[in-house]
Nanobody
Framework: VQLVESGGGLVQAGGSLRLSCAAS????????MGWYRQAPGNQRELVAG???????NYADFVEGRFTISRDNAKNTMYLQMNSLKPDDTAVYYC???????????????WGQGTQVIVSS
């Protein structure tokens, strides 16, 4: 499975961006997709996930500003980010894979990341 992110860039605080993650290859077994981010000096952290088993989930810091969605026909996942803050500056990574009923990762794939910079 190959994952390609797009949509990152530079935006002013309060602005919006929409990230896309296009999946290709053997995607038929994927039941989970998510967005993670990593800022310099920080660990990679979950932003939002969408699962065919458990639905959607968001990190607390999202605070209703982001929306994750998935277009199965296009094998593409999106992250609509509104009201962006400088603290949202990070490389955003697409993650996809298969999880079991306990949400344990069976296997997963990662994209190369897309940079998001939010200026104050």
């Amino acid at each position: 499975v190959q994952l390609v992110e797009s949509g990152g860039g530079l935006v002013q605080a309060g602005g919006s961006l929409r990230l896309s993650c296009a999946a290709s290859g053997s995607t038929f077994s994927i039941n989970y997709m998510g967005w993670y981010r990593q800022a310099p000096g920080n660990q990679r952290e979950l932003v939002a996930g969408i699962s065919s088993i458990s639905g959607t989930n968001y990190a607390d810091f999202v605070e209703g500003r982001f929306t994750i969605s998935r277009d199965n026909a296009k094998n593409t996942m999106y992250l609509q980010m509104n009201s962006l803050k400088p603290d949202d500056t990070a490389v955003y990574y697409c993650n996809a894979g298969r999880r079991d009923g306990l949400d344990l990762v069976l296997y997963e794939y990662w994209g190369q990341g897309t940079q998001v910079i939010v200026s104050s």
